[in-house]
């Protein structure tokens, strides 16, 4: 956008007015004066990929090692300052073997003979409603046929999903009063936490508290 604030071939230069709120002025400041590095996180976001072709259908570990070098391979071997060609192929492998130990850690996945894969029923539910592994494995771990309302509201509240959830300058204070209005109160609330702000978000919903504003379009 900055680079076509300016009239092509008759400018030299351009102009960019940023507005923004004054506490968030320094913020801004270091993305517009300081180069900051592009780098793919791709490797964060393995776990569930794997998970979904696993449920998909892929089910000897020899396709699943031939798949995942074609995924990675290219992107890899431009990473020189990470891992050298030399050493592509090992790297691979332990990257394999660590995530398909995490999944069968979270129970997404079973090994059997050190050849087969499969699915188990959390992993199918993740992959179905696009859940992360950890995800499911805190509520596999969590949830039980004595779990009340509370905690319940808890432990959905505490997904991983909801660490993203954005807490605006200045919207501590609407959260803390929405808290209060509430059935289930919290001991000494964090209002900038995310995973709180997506607990009272979902009492208000189910107990049809009307919500305005930012909250309202996070509620959605």
């Given amino acids: 956008m900055v680079g076509h604030a300016r009239r092509p071939l008759l400018d030299d230069s351009g102009k960019c007015v940023i507005l923004c709120h004054p506490p968030r002025k320094e913020y801004y400041e270091k993305f517009v004066y ?3 590095p592009v780098e793919s996180h791709r490797q964060h976001f393995l776990h569930n990929h794997l998970n979904t072709e696993l449920v998909a259908g892929s089910r000897e570990l020899s396709k699943v090692s031939k798949l995942w070098w074609t995924i990675l391979h290219g992107q890899l071997c431009t990473m020189v300052f990470k891992v050298s060609v030399r050493h592509l192929s090992d790297h691979l492998s332990e990257l394999l073997e660590n995530t398909l130990s995490d999944l069968e850690s979270s129970r997404c996945v079973s090994i059997e003979e050190d050849m087969y894969l499969s699915p188990s029923n959390l992993g199918r539910i993740a992959s179905f409603y696009h859940i992360g592994y950890t995800t499911i494995e805190w509520f596999g771990s969590s949830l039980t046929s004595k779990t009340k309302m509370e905690g319940l509201l808890g432990i959905l509240a505490s997904a991983s999903e ?29 209002c900038n936490d995310p995973h709180e702000k997506a607990n009272v978000l979902l009492q208000a919903h189910f107990s049809r508290h009307t919500v305005v504003g930012n909250l309202a379009v996070d509620q959605q």
């Fill in 34 to 36: 300081e180069a900051l």
């Fill in 162 to 190: 909801y660490a993203e959830l954005l807490i605006r300058p200045g919207e501590e204070e609407l959260i803390r009063k929405l808290i209060n209005h509430q059935r289930f109160a919290f001991e000494n609330p964090k």
